[in-house]
C-alpha cells in the first residue's frame, strides 16, 4: 500500500492515505476510512485496519476526531474516547492520531525533540476562524515551543480547482486582509481561485513556524487516486469518501 510521507517529519511514523487499496466500491472504492459516510461500517473498519497495519497497529490505538469544519483543538487523554473537533495535540506514545480529508488540508504536525504529535482538519471554515493559531496557542500553554513544531501539509484542493465566489473571498478578507494574495482573479469577476495551502503556509509563518512542508498534490485534479467533495458534487455523487492520513508519537 502507498502513502505519502514528509521528508521534514523525519523519522516519525506517519503517511497520508489516498483512497487506493482498500475494500470499499461505489462511489467509496476503495480506501474510505469515514464512518460519517453511507459506506458500510465493516468496510470502513476492514480500511483502517489496513493502513494500520502498516504501522503494526491495532485500532484501539488510533485516535480519529469527530469532524465539523471548526477551530476547536483537543488534548488527547487516556480515559477520553471520543473528539469532537477539527485537530488534536497528543503526549503520549503508542497513539495514532488520524484526520479525514476529501480537499480539505489534513496537516501533521511533530516535534523535533519527539514531545508530541497533532492532527488539523484544514477545510476553509477551519482556517477562516483561526484553527491554525488555536493549534499553535495551547501548544504553548502546555509548556512547548512553538519554534520546535514542524508542520507537514497533505494533499488538498489545488488553486486552479478550487472556484469561489465573492462573498467566499469576502470572508476571508475580513479577517486576513493581505490573504488577497491567495485569491486569483478569474474573467468573470464575480469568482476566484482560492489557494487553500498557500493561506495555510501564510498563516504558519506569520505565526513563526518555520519547519513546513508540503504535498503538492490536487485532489480534484486526481480523482482516481484521492477523494475530493468538490469533484463529487460536479459528478451527481450522492456520497464520497474520505482519507486517512495519520502521525504515531
Not at 474510505?32 to 504501522?55: G, T, W
Not at 490505538?61 to 473528539?83: A, D, G, M
Not at 481561485?193 to 513563526?208: A, D, E, M, P, V
Request: glycine share 8%.
Amino acid at each position: 500500500m502507498k502513502y505519502i510521507k514528509s521528508k521534514k517529519l523525519g523519522t516519525y511514523q506517519h503517511g497520508f492515505f489516498s483512497r487506493i487499496g482498500g475494500v470499499s466500491g461505489s462511489y467509496f472504492n476503495s480506501l474510505n476510512c469515514a464512518y460519517s459516510s453511507s459506506d458500510d461500517s465493516k468496510n470502513i473498519e476492514k480500511n483502517r485496519m489496513l493502513i494500520l497495519n502498516q504501522f503494526k497497529l491495532g485500532i484501539e490505538k488510533l485516535v480519529v476526531p469527530e469532524q465539523f469544519h471548526s477551530n476547536k483543538i483537543k488534548v488527547f487523554k487516556t480515559n477520553q474516547k471520543n473528539y469532537k473537533c477539527d485537530g488534536i495535540i497528543n503526549t503520549v506514545s503508542g497513539i495514532a492520531l488520524g484526520v479525514l480529508t476529501a480537499d480539505c488540508c489534513p496537516i501533521l504536525i511533530g516535534h523535533k525533540k519527539k514531545k508530541l504529535t497533532g492532527v488539523i482538519h484544514a477545510g476553509w471554515k477551519g482556517v477562516q476562524s483561526g484553527i491554525i493559531e488555536n493549534f499553535i496557542l495551547q501548544v504553548t500553554e502546555l509548556n512547548y515551543k512553538k519554534k520546535d513544531l514542524i508542520f507537514a501539509l497533505g494533499p488538498c484542493i489545488g488553486r486552479n480547482s478550487y472556484e469561489v465566489k465573492k462573498n467566499f473571498k469576502d470572508v476571508f478578507l475580513e479577517k486576513y486582509p493581505e490573504s488577497k494574495l491567495f485569491f486569483e482573479t478569474k474573467k468573470n469577476k464575480n469568482y476566484f481561485n482560492f489557494n487553500l495551502r498557500g493561506c495555510i503556509t501564510y498563516i504558519l509563518k506569520k505565526n513563526n513556524i518555520s519547519d513546513i512542508w508540503s504535498s503538492k498534490s490536487d485532489t480534484y485534479k486526481y480523482p482516481k487516486r484521492f477523494f475530493s467533495y468538490r469533484y463529487s458534487v460536479h459528478k451527481g455523487y450522492k456520497d464520497y469518501g474520505r482519507m486517512l492520513s495519520l502521525i504515531l508519537k
